[in-house]
């Protein structure tokens, strides 16, 4: 049975059963023209401080959830652009750590229906992942925090982002784990970045 012959009758018996349905073929979109599901409004703002090009120092706990109290400085750059006509964002990072230099990138997407952002972290020196569920949040009066359940060396953890201290030239990012549901918490990574464009 020829696909050109099949056709019509498939669509003429499904316009019978099917109520609804219809075999004429969708009419064609104006890419110019937004449909009912694609976002609303203008794109947020809230990661536009951090588009360019950046200096990035580190200090990260040697270990995490340990009582460590011995942190390790390092060197990165991160370059970080808009995607999904400003409704996401992508960040390429270099961190030079003591023991070899790796590279990350970051995603992160924002959900205009709940008014969060989603931020995903690839580690390169994992590329097949797993990828860690993202964390989510919001900025309110200058501060973006963003949470997630995940597991650490199978406990389970409560992780949060914090973007703070954002100039035009500078901004702070931290990393912090809680294992009693976010009553208390323990910083184990501090990004200080400064603008180079």
Not at 60 to 85: C, D, P, Q, Y
Not at 155 to 169: A, D, K, L, M, Q
Request: hydrophobic share 35%; net charge neutral.
């Amino acid at each position: 049975m020829k696909t050109d012959r099949a056709m019509p009758i498939v669509a003429a018996l499904l316009s019978m059963a099917v109520p609804g349905f219809s075999g004429a073929a969708p009419p064609a979109r104006n890419p110019d023209k937004p449909s009912r599901t694609e976002r609303p409004s203008e794109p947020p703002k809230d990661f536009d401080f951090l588009i360019g090009h950046w200096q990035v120092h580190h200090r990260r706990l040697k270990e995490r959830l340990a009582n460590s109290h011995e942190w390790i400085e390092f060197a990165g750059t991160s370059v970080v652009w808009k995607v999904m006509g400003g409704y996401g964002t992508m960040d390429d990072n270099v961190l030079e750590l003591p023991g070899g230099t790796y590279r990350a990138a970051g995603l992160k997407s924002f959900d205009p229906k709940s008014g969060q952002w989603s931020i995903w972290w690839l580690d390169s020196r994992m590329p097949l992942g797993p990828l860690d569920p993202p964390v989510r949040g919001r900025f309110s009066d200058g501060v973006g925090a963003f949470f997630s359940d995940e597991l650490f060396n199978g406990r389970p953890i409560r992780v949060r982002f914090t973007w703070s201290e954002i100039t035009p030239t500078t901004c702070h990012w931290e990393q912090a784990f809680s294992t009693d549901g976010g009553s208390t918490w323990e910083t184990n990574w501090v990004m200080d970045f400064k603008r180079v464009q």
